[in-house]
């Protein structure tokens, strides 16, 4: 289980712009839910997310996975058991490395490198069949610089390389915001396949009320830093578009936008 407790986050402290984002914000998340965020720009969804990771430090408070506290962890200690797909396509891979490289970098996580090659061809085979479960043919470009492929190819890349290792949580971060509609779809659709066939927790932040609402078994919505709709189960698979859409418009009003 995930656990935000208490958290306060307060960007440009003293300043005239100061913001207040996180007031004593509060959040679990059970082991295997895959929790779709959503909320207008400034809501506090991306900020959460890297709080979690340790991107960004926090004030005060405390962050738990399985009961013990990462808070005080930089991010490269807890991406040992996180995996995180960016929005940008070029973000999380080397783009003048091969993919087989890639792959390789990403397959080592966690462990130390010594003077041995960064490569090991023994898992040549497994690197194929994970890229052959995407149904993309991608399998056959090991030896392809990642520059080379298309965008929605690299984020599939990306998928595979963010749960190659085990995990305890995958962050999703916009990550199909920068693609096109009909590439956006085959990703949503193997970031789905993944997360179940996986049994990973995972945290989805999207503009897309489509996908919140599709996918995932929770949706939450956000605004200024707190938590203004949470359905799960039976109560979030009976949720529309247009009741999500609705609080949006109901939010701009009130915020006079």
Same mark, same amino acid.
């Given at each position: 289980?995930?656990?935000?407790?208490?958290?306060?986050?307060?960007?440009?402290?003293?300043?005239?712009?100061?913001?207040?984002?996180?007031?004593?914000?509060?959040?679990?998340?059970?082991?295997?839910?895959?929790?779709?965020?959503?909320? =207008?720009? /400034?809501? *506090?969804?991306?900020?959460? @997310? #890297?709080?979690?990771? !340790? +991107?960004?430090?926090?004030?005060?408070?405390?962050?738990?996975?399985?009961?013990?506290?990462?808070?005080?962890?930089?991010?490269?200690?807890?991406?040992?058991?996180?995996?995180?797909?960016?929005?940008?396509?070029?973000?999380?891979?080397?783009?003048?490395?091969?993919?087989?490289?890639?792959?390789?970098?990403?397959?080592?996580?966690?462990?130390?490198?010594?003077?041995?090659?960064?490569?090991?061809?023994?898992?040549?085979?497994?690197?194929?069949?994970?890229?052959? =479960?995407? /149904?993309? *043919?991608?399998?056959?470009? @090991? #030896?392809?610089?990642? !520059? +080379?492929?298309?965008?929605?190819?690299?984020?599939?890349?990306?998928?595979?390389?963010?749960?190659?290792?085990?995990?305890?949580?995958?962050?999703?971060?916009?990550?199909?915001?920068?693609?096109?509609?009909?590439?956006?779809?085959?990703?949503?659709?193997?970031?789905?396949?993944?997360?179940?066939?996986?049994?990973?927790?995972?945290?989805?932040?999207?503009?897309?009320?489509?996908?919140?609402?599709?996918?995932?078994?929770?949706?939450?919505?956000?605004?200024?830093?707190?938590?203004?709709?949470?359905?799960?189960?039976?109560?979030?698979?009976?949720?529309?578009?247009?009741?999500?859409?609705?609080?949006?418009?109901?939010?701009?009003?009130?915020?006079?936008?």
């Amino acid at each position: 289980m995930l656990e935000v407790r208490d958290i306060c986050k307060t960007y440009n402290a003293g300043a005239v712009t100061e913001l207040r984002l996180f007031d004593h914000f509060s959040l679990s998340v059970d082991d295997g839910q895959f929790v779709a965020i959503v909320g =207008s720009n /400034g809501s *506090g969804k991306t900020s959460l @997310l #890297n709080l979690i990771c !340790g +991107s960004i430090p926090a004030d005060s408070g405390d962050i738990l996975v399985g009961g013990k506290s990462i808070v005080k962890l930089p991010d490269y200690q807890r991406y040992i058991t996180m995996g995180r797909v960016y929005q940008n396509p070029a973000s999380g891979t080397c783009p003048n490395l091969t993919m087989l490289e890639n792959l390789s970098l990403a397959d080592n996580k966690g462990r130390s490198y010594g003077l041995t090659r960064g490569i090991n061809r023994r898992r040549v085979d497994f690197y194929r069949s994970e890229l052959a =479960s995407l /149904g993309l *043919g991608l399998e056959d470009k @090991l #030896n392809v610089k990642m !520059g +080379s492929l298309s965008g929605g190819q690299r984020q599939a890349v990306a998928l595979v390389m963010a749960t190659m290792t085990p995990l305890k949580f995958l962050i999703l971060d916009e990550h199909t915001a920068a693609l096109d509609p009909k590439t956006a779809e085959i990703i949503m659709q193997l970031t789905d396949k993944v997360v179940r066939e996986k049994q990973l927790t995972a945290m989805m932040v999207t503009h897309n009320l489509r996908y919140a609402v599709e996918y995932g078994d929770r949706i939450l919505m956000m605004n200024h830093g707190h938590v203004v709709l949470d359905k799960a189960g039976e109560e979030k698979k009976n949720t529309s578009i247009d009741e999500i859409l609705g609080m949006f418009n109901k939010i701009s009003i009130e915020c006079g936008n």
